[in-house]
């Protein structure tokens, strides 16, 4: 009788330990856990949603200038992607808008308040977006001397309106013909063509061959009927 009272209280005692062990192992458990989530916050946390201010992503110190700073050296930021026919059916877009387009000319796409324009993925080479009538507001100049043409022997411009041709030589015109005015070099009154820039007038012109004497022509001369000779 009395070896069974004493084997039942050495049960409940080694229970009730084993339970206390039990209680102290979980407790132990729990603060490791504690700790391991305290570090990993500390360690990873990397964005910062205030209330007020500045959001950041990628970092909790974000830049005061704005009102969403993305920061990352990995990774980058992903605008929404369509196609046009999607983009077409957005209702009221905001002024400033952004989108990708994915089709028909992809690329990035803002709303101007009016419609629908390309951000510049450079030159267009066919001046496809252009409205008439353009202006320009600088000088158009070839990247290399005397090489580059202004339209071609199949594509010729239809009108052109300059103000003054300034040639190679430095000497320029206005217009497409200058008359001739008696100057210093020579002068045409009627059929003569007169040398001024001398007193030797046996060097002068006369078209209408009404100086000539006793004249020998040893050659045939195109364009005269002989049978009037």
Same mark, same amino acid.
């Given at each position: 009788?009395?070896?069974?009272? %004493?084997?039942?209280?050495?049960?409940? @005692?080694?229970? +009730? *330990?084993?339970?206390? !062990?039990?209680?102290?192992?979980?407790?132990? *458990?729990?603060?490791?856990?504690?700790?391991?989530?305290?570090? %990993?916050?500390?360690?990873?946390?990397?964005?910062?949603?205030?209330?007020?201010?500045?959001? /950041? @992503?990628?970092?909790?110190? &974000?830049?005061? =200038?704005?009102?969403?700073?993305?920061?990352?050296?990995?990774?980058?930021? #992903?605008?929404?992607?369509?196609? %046009?026919?999607?983009?077409? $059916? !957005? $209702?009221? &877009?905001?002024?400033?808008? #952004?989108?990708?387009?994915?089709?028909?000319?992809?690329?990035?796409?803002?709303?101007? /308040?009016?419609?629908?324009?390309? @951000?510049?993925?450079?030159?267009?080479?066919?001046?496809?977006? *252009?409205?008439?009538?353009? %202006?320009?507001?600088?000088? #158009?100049? &070839?990247?290399?001397?005397?090489?580059?043409?202004?339209?071609? =022997?199949? +594509?010729?411009?239809?009108?052109?309106?300059?103000?003054?041709?300034?040639?190679?030589?430095?000497?320029?015109?206005?217009?497409? +013909?200058?008359?001739?005015?008696?100057?210093?070099?020579?002068?045409?009154? /009627?059929?003569?063509?007169?040398?001024?820039?001398?007193?030797?007038?046996?060097?002068?012109?006369? #078209?209408?061959?009404?100086? *000539?004497?006793?004249?020998?022509?040893?050659?045939?001369?195109? /364009? !005269?009927?002989?049978?009037?000779?």
């Amino acid at each position: 009788m009395l070896n069974t009272i %004493k084997n039942k209280r050495i049960n409940v @005692i080694s229970r +009730f *330990l084993s339970g206390k !062990i039990q209680i102290e192992n979980l407790t132990l *458990l729990l603060l490791v856990l504690l700790h391991f989530s305290v570090i %990993k916050n500390a360690t990873a946390q990397t964005n910062t949603f205030p209330a007020t201010g500045s959001v /950041g @992503i990628g970092t909790v110190t &974000p830049n005061a =200038s704005s009102l969403l700073d993305v920061t990352s050296t990995s990774k980058g930021v #992903l605008i929404p992607r369509m196609t %046009k026919t999607q983009r077409d $059916a !957005i $209702a009221t &877009p905001a002024t400033g808008l #952004l989108i990708y387009q994915t089709n028909s000319t992809p690329g990035f796409y803002f709303y101007n /308040g009016t419609a629908w324009t390309a @951000i510049n993925n450079g030159a267009n080479k066919t001046l496809s977006n *252009l409205t008439a009538p353009t %202006k320009l507001n600088q000088d #158009l100049l &070839p990247d290399t001397n005397n090489t580059i043409d202004i339209g071609s =022997s199949a +594509f010729r411009y239809k009108d052109v309106y300059p103000t003054t041709l300034i040639f190679p030589d430095a000497t320029t015109q206005a217009t497409a +013909f200058v008359p001739y005015t008696n100057g210093t070099g020579i002068s045409i009154s /009627g059929t003569t063509i007169t040398n001024t820039g001398d007193a030797n007038g046996a060097d002068d012109v006369n #078209l209408s061959l009404s100086n *000539l004497t006793t004249t020998a022509i040893n050659q045939s001369l195109p /364009g !005269i009927d002989s049978t009037k000779i």
